[in-house]
């Protein structure tokens, strides 16, 4: 490709709303134009990443055995109906109708007209097991669309639906797509952990993520760098860092606590340590289609520890969700002001549940239920009856891990995540096929993602630096640029520069020759914020001396290379990489 014929269009600056540095070179280099809150048009170079994205991922699916068809982005209420996720799914799911009056959705997820093709097509178990993807576009209706492709509306995804007789063979599907899924994010250059993780809305039993590691990154990872454990912290079990609980040596008292509605602030006031402090988090659960009929419950933790969400929503009698309480049920039930709290004594009685670690803690500081007064000394067992016990934290580094070591924290990006369904959506659906023995039995599902727009963005998160993007070479959007001084004014240089890109081009390699007329600065300015992989400049005074510069995208000074060398030598920088 020449660049006079090419779209070529980068910005010095990126727009205002930009906050994070993928939107910000994306939108720079000219990959994306912005047409809508969360909604993009993929410009000549950013659509060449996504191609080549999508390709690895193709090549990988199909060696895994998967199949490819394409589902439609609109989709018939109908099926949303049956799965119950047209009332579930929420204000993401974006609902219209047709001239008829009946409802449609613009998918984010395909889960249902999947199950509703499995439920029409596979009729015997002869059929399985069977694997179907497509790559396509998604919408999910995100309250407040940011960070440009990291969380936009409108998206490209691969999604995969295996379709298995049984649990056991569906377990197999389900590690035939992680070993598919670990192969495709090493092809595409990215540093990446495997998680485990929750299944949130999808579902199922058994679920990872991938994570491509980036400081930039929403979600945090624990990890153990001695071993292979990895999982979101929304999964990962936080270990009790008590051994055993202390005596009760010390008399309970009411100590003064004036303006301190934080344990961060009673700690000082106090000059005791944080660790010392216990949190109350009041929370209200309602029966399932009875809100009157509400319950309270305060969940205990460490002062110096959040409360999990994730883990809370799976506690008994949370399965129905959870809110937090209102100033007034708290008033009602703990007669004081949020700050305050504790479980020593509240107005009602209450269901108490306390994180591990505070289950062992001893003489330890709480709320007095009274403005300006916190209790010092507390005890379970002789100020407190024993609490129900449960994992209610985040994990915090430097944990210990049952298995040994410490547990380390660091962020990451979500660009794929695999889910073991199970009858999860062919129950709801009537999904069945007939079974060796001629009865009727459920399909057994599992579901793998890919966000196909994002791994673009996240790979740009994670390769930059001052000057612009650093594409990692499987997913650039060319793998080398030639940049010719004086293109236009010199016949050695034109011939120099047209033969090696046709020598590239020869090999494979997909090159890029900058035949515009235009000042050297601005070129190099230009592929570095593009962050094409490697760099040949060609110019007369080398090659009066039959020498060319070849500099990586990584590298900040350029290797001078004879002329006869430039092919090998360019091959070998693409090589290494």
Not at 540 to 567: F, H, M, Y
Request: hydrophobic fraction near 40%; charge should be negative; glycine fraction near 8%.
């Amino acid at each position: 490709m020449h660049a006079s014929k090419y779209h070529i269009n980068t910005l010095k600056e990126a727009p205002a709303e930009a906050e994070v540095t993928s939107h910000q070179l994306m939108t720079r280099a000219g990959m994306i134009r912005k047409a809508a809150g969360g909604i993009y048009t993929y410009m000549p170079l950013g659509l060449k990443v996504l191609r080549k994205i999508e390709a690895i991922v193709r090549d990988e699916m199909d060696r895994a055995g998967a199949i490819e068809l394409l589902m439609p982005v609109v989709q018939p209420a109908e099926l949303w109906v049956e799965s119950g996720r047209w009332e579930q799914y929420g204000a993401e799911l974006l609902r219209m109708k047709d001239r008829h009056g009946r409802d449609f959705v613009l998918q984010p997820t395909s889960e249902e007209v999947i199950t509703d093709i499995a439920r029409n097509e596979i009729h015997s178990w002869r059929q399985l097991p069977l694997n179907f993807y497509h790559i396509q576009t998604k919408f999910r209706d995100e309250r407040r669309p940011r960070f440009g492709l990291m969380r936009g509306r409108e998206f490209t995804m691969k999604d995969a639906y295996s379709f298995d007789r049984d649990e056991a063979s569906a377990q197999a599907s389900y590690d035939t797509m992680f070993d598919a899924y670990m192969r495709i994010f090493s092809r595409l250059g990215l540093e990446f952990r495997a998680v485990a993780a929750d299944t949130g809305s999808i579902g199922g039993s058994r679920s990872h993520e991938f994570q491509v590691i980036a400081d930039t990154g929403e979600d945090l990872i624990v990890y153990n760098p001695d071993s292979q454990y990895a999982a979101n912290i929304e999964l990962a079990e936080a270990p009790c860092l008590l051994a055993e609980r202390g005596p009760a040596s010390n008399v309970l008292a009411k100590t003064a606590t004036p303006d301190a509605p934080k344990c961060e602030i009673v700690a000082r006031q106090l000059n005791k340590p944080l660790t010392d402090t216990v949190k109350s988090i009041v929370l209200v659960t309602e029966a399932e289609g009875q809100p009157a009929q509400s319950k309270v419950w305060l969940l205990l933790l460490r002062g110096d520890h959040e409360l999990n969400e994730v883990k809370t929503g799976k506690l008994p009698g949370f399965e129905n969700g959870y809110r937090f309480a209102t100033e007034d049920e708290i008033l009602d039930s703990f007669g004081c002001v949020p700050g305050y709290l504790g479980p020593v004594s509240p107005l009602k009685p209450i269901t108490i549940i306390a994180d591990r670690t505070v289950a062992n803690m001893n003489n330890f500081i709480c709320g007095a239920n009274e403005e300006g007064f916190h209790y010092t000394d507390v005890n379970w067992g002789r100020d407190l009856p024993e609490p129900t016990i449960a994992d209610l934290r985040n994990v915090v580094a430097g944990d210990p891990d049952p298995l040994g070591g410490q547990l380390a924290i660091q962020r990451g990006i979500e660009v794929g995540h695999v889910f073991f369904l199970g009858d999860k959506y062919s129950k709801s659906l009537g999904a069945t096929f007939l079974e060796n023995d001629g009865k009727p039995a459920m399909l057994q599902m599992g579901c793998y993602g890919i966000g196909i727009s994002r791994i673009a963005a996240a790979a740009i998160e994670q390769n930059h630096d001052d000057k612009g993007i650093i594409w990692p070479r499987s997913i650039a959007p060319f793998e080398v640029v030639i940049c010719p001084m004086g293109f236009h004014k010199s016949e050695t240089v034109r011939n120099a520069a047209e033969s090696l890109y046709a020598e590239l081009k020869a090999h494979g390699v997909d090159v890029m020759l900058d035949d515009r007329d235009t000042r050297p600065g601005i070129m190099f300015a230009d592929w570095e914020l593009v962050g094409v992989p490697v760099r040949v400049t060609i110019g007369d005074r080398g090659l009066k001396e039959n020498i060319i510069e070849i500099q990586t995208r990584r590298q900040d000074a350029a290797n001078k290379v004879p002329l006869s060398q430039a092919l090998a030598h360019t091959l070998e920088q693409l090589n290494s990489m």
